[in-house]
Structures are given as structure tokens and as C-alpha cells.
């Protein structure tokens, strides 16, 4: 099956600091790749939407100054978290999905946020 | 909004079916996804229903009812390294995926 990779698996940061986390799509052509965010006990929020080569969509309530999300290639996105603060300490899984699945979405392994 | 309902907790013994039911509403529908995630982990995929009835994977079997919003997820012989959470996610017509709290399974010997 077709793999995607994040990278950090964990972050510790400071408070006041930016975080970036990158999701990759390593045997396909990810057109579309989605940012969840899953507080303990909680389920999978989407954050945001991201198409290759165009600003990423935002769901209500998440800000976008805050979770830039930069989506330049077709393998590629990036989670900025910026000026983290420890309320934004959380698990952040991308996931992503081909032109050719519309159906399908391929999910990182996470990146666990700490902010101390 | 999507409206998504499943149990919070189930316990079932080593060796035992269980049934972990799934109501949703949504705009539109593209299909049904089941998930299963371990605590700390991403999710990993389980099964995909687009059209009503049964699809059976190993000792995995979903069921969907589009007409009532209704799925299940049917875990057969259950063995310890079950114990994780079942996430129900409804495809939405815009192909977007929605998770449901999920449930908590706790195999018990």
C-alpha cells in the first residue's frame, strides 16, 4: 500500500517558539493532503485542507496564522505551528490522498507536540 | 455538520465476537471507512463500505445499512492485541472524512 512519512515522530518545544512538521507521500503523487489534530481521548479533527499549489482550506475555529500549512509539491506539505503554547501540545497526523483515489486517505504515523 | 455516533467503551473476553455499531448523518456519501488505532499511534485502516451489506477480511467484517446510516464493525475470535480504539469515519460527499470519537475495546483473557 502507498506510505506516508512524517517527520519529527516527537517534538519538545518551548513556549513561544515555531514548530514545523513535515508529511510526506513516498511511492505516490499526493494532489490533496489533510492536517488532523487528536487531543488525548479525543477524536481526529480535521485542521486543514491542502491541494497542491494552492492555499490550504481551514476548518472553523482553527487559525491560520497560527498552523501554516504549505503544500508546495506533490510529495510534500509542511505543518508550521507558530509561537506554540502549551494548549497546542497535541498529536498532529497528516494523511494524503492521490488524484486516482479520490476515495482513499493514506495516513502518517503522527507527531506528538509537546510545548512546555 | 456531520453527525457521527458510536459507543464509547466496549469490554469483551479473549476468543469472542463483538459488534461495535456506527450511526452517522452526512452531506452526501462516498463510502464508509473503519479504522483502528492504538494509543500513541496514527490510525491504520481496516475496511471500506460503499455499497449495503456485508464485507467480510479475515476475522474483520463491516457491515452497511446506507438507507438507516447504520454501520458495523464485527471483530470474530478476538485476541489481546484487539484492545485498541475502532474509529467509524463517513465519507462525505465531498470525499471529505469525518471521525467519530471512536470506540474503546478492552480484550479481557
Known amino acids: 500500500g502507498a506510505v506516508v512519512s512524517q517527520h519529527p515522530s516527537w517534538v519538545i518545544c518551548k513556549s513561544g517558539t515555531s514548530v514545523k512538521i513535515e508529511c510526506r507521500s513516498l511511492?505516490?503523487?499526493?494532489?490533496?493532503m489533510f492536517w488532523y489534530r487528536q487531543f488525548p481521548k479525543q477524536s481526529l479533527m480535521l485542521m486543514a485542507t491542502?491541494?497542491?499549489?494552492?492555499?490550504?482550506?481551514?476548518e472553523q475555529g482553527v487559525e491560520k496564522d497560527k498552523f501554516l500549512i504549505n503544500h508546495a509539491s506533490l510529495t510534500l506539505s509542511t505543518l508550521t505551528v507558530t509561537s506554540a503554547h502549551p494548549e497546542d501540545s497535541s498529536f498532529y497526523i497528516c494523511?494524503?490522498?492521490?488524484?486516482?483515489?479520490?476515495?482513499?486517505?493514506?495516513f502518517g504515523p503522527g507527531t506528538r507536540l509537546t510545548v512546555l | 455538520g456531520q453527525n457521527i455516533d458510536q459507543p464509547t467503551e466496549m469490554t469483551a473476553t479473549e476468543g469472542a465476537i463483538v459488534q461495535i455499531n456506527c450511526t452517522y448523518q452526512t452531506s452526501g456519501f462516498n463510502g464508509l471507512f473503519w479504522y483502528q488505532q492504538h494509543a500513541g499511534e496514527a490510525p491504520t485502516f481496516l475496511s471500506y463500505n460503499v455499497l449495503d451489506g456485508l464485507e467480510e477480511k479475515g476475522r474483520f467484517s463491516s457491515f452497511l445499512s446506507r438507507s438507516k446510516g447504520y454501520s458495523y464493525l464485527l471483530l470474530k475470535e478476538l485476541q489481546m492485541k484487539d484492545s485498541a480504539s475502532y474509529l467509524c469515519a463517513p465519507l462525505d460527499g465531498s470525499y471529505q472524512l469525518t471521525f467519530g470519537k471512536g470506540t474503546k475495546l478492552s480484550v479481557i483473557p
Open positions: 494523511s494524503a490522498r492521490s488524484a486516482r483515489e479520490a476515495s482513499t486517505q493514506y
Open positions: 511511492d505516490f503523487q499526493a494532489t490533496t
Open positions: 491542502s491541494n497542491e499549489g494552492s492555499k490550504a482550506t481551514y
